[in-house]
């Protein structure tokens, strides 16, 4: 299966400043990704989806100037935590396809811990 | 908009029994997929149905998808240890607009 590489897989920052997770399809050109939140024991919570070239759709409740997401090129997309809260601690995963509908792939995740 | 419930939230078996979870969708859907993730891991693919009706099996894993395409099962004959995790179905639907969304999940203990 198409391998994707997601970094870092933890990180611990101080309240207030901004950490970006970094997701790479080393397999195959990604035509979608997605970021993902989940928390202990629950289930993945879709933040947005990207397309490379064109501006991520954010699902409703996400906050887009905070979860800044940048789909740069059809391997590489990264999420910025900006201004980061303790509440924004939690697992984030990022998951790629090659076409809609088509099987998804996924990062090992990053465990973010906002001090 | 998609309502989709699954059933149980979690299950406890003695290796060896069976087990089953259920994905059940308010709307009719489109096809569906299935993943696994293991504690601390990322979601893995593990099939996709299409037809209304359809059975696909892998060894001791069975997924049906229901005839008029709402609901979904993936049913474990004989666990092992080694099926422990969570179990996700991901429906789509046509109004879906590219989303990959996850239901809520069943996480399975399996007892030595």
């Known amino acids: 299966g198409a391998v994707v590489s997601q970094h870092p897989s933890w990180v611990i920052c101080k309240s207030g400043t901004s950490v970006k997770i970094e997701c790479r399809s080393l397999?195959?050109?990604?035509?979608?990704m997605f970021w993902y939140r989940q928390f202990p024991k629950q289930s993945l919570m879709l933040m947005a989806t990207s397309n490379e070239g064109s501006k991520a759709t954010y699902e409703q409740g996400v906050e887009k100037d905070k979860f800044l997401i940048n789909h740069a090129s059809l391997t590489l997309s990264t999420l910025t935590v900006t201004s980061a809260h303790p509440e924004d601690s939690s697992f984030y995963i990022c998951g790629v396809q090659q076409g809609f509908g088509t099987e998804a792939f996924f990062g090992q995740g990053t465990r973010l811990t906002v001090v | 908009g998609q309502q989709v419930m699954q059933i149980p939230q979690y299950q406890h078996v003695q290796e060896g029994e069976d087990f089953t979870t259920y994905c059940n969708s308010s709307t009719t859907l489109s096809n569906i997929q299935w993943y696994k993730q293991r504690p601390g891991g990322h979601p893995v693919f593990l099939i996709q149905l299409v037809k209304s009706g359809e059975v696909k099996k892998q060894k001791r894993l069975t997924f049906q998808f229901g005839e008029a395409k709402k609901n979904s099962s993936l049913h474990i004959t004989a666990t092992q240890t080694t099926d422990v995790g969570t179990y996700f179905c991901a429906p789509y639907s046509s109004g879906s607009a590219r989303q990959l969304t996850f239901g809520s999940g069943t996480q399975l203990t399996v007892l030595p």
């Open positions: 397999d195959f050109q990604a035509t979608t």
